[in-house]
């Protein structure tokens, strides 16, 4: 029973036992404003961090798609330099009258003196 009553002690009111109260007071007030900055920090260095994540995870999806995206169009523009090829053949070809004279002959049915056109029916086989 002895424990559960109050005990009456009086603090000692003198200039040592203040100032040593004073000091317990602020080194817990300087540990609350470490820890309420340390906190802070740590809050900012958390959302920094997922941004930069964030950011960084968005860059790298787009420039997948980038990628893929340019290997279409690097197929596409091989495709476009070959029919380039062809068709500045084509001008070359175009500038020979011979050329010229067999085309005549094949699409429109022209022909020489003394030459008979046949038309031949397409068999399954061609």
């Excluded at 029973?1 to 817990?28: D, F, H, P, W």
């Excluded at 001008?91 to 003394?114: C, H, T």
């Amino acid at each position: 029973m002895g424990s559960l009553r109050e005990r009456k002690v009086t603090k000692m009111e003198t200039a040592y036992v203040n100032q040593q109260i004073s000091k317990v007071q602020a080194s817990s007030k300087k540990r609350k404003g470490l820890f309420r900055r340390l906190v802070f920090f740590g809050i900012i260095a958390a959302v920094l961090s997922v941004l930069a994540v964030s950011t960084l995870i968005s860059q790298a999806a787009v420039l997948d798609e980038k990628e893929k995206e340019k290997a279409i169009l690097d197929k596409e523009l091989s495709k476009l330099e070959k029919k380039q090829t062809l068709l500045e053949e084509e001008i070359i070809k175009l500038n020979d009258d011979e050329y010229i004279a067999k085309i005549a002959r094949r699409d429109y049915f022209l022909s020489n003196k003394g030459e008979i056109i046949f038309n031949l029916p397409k068999t399954d086989e061609e």
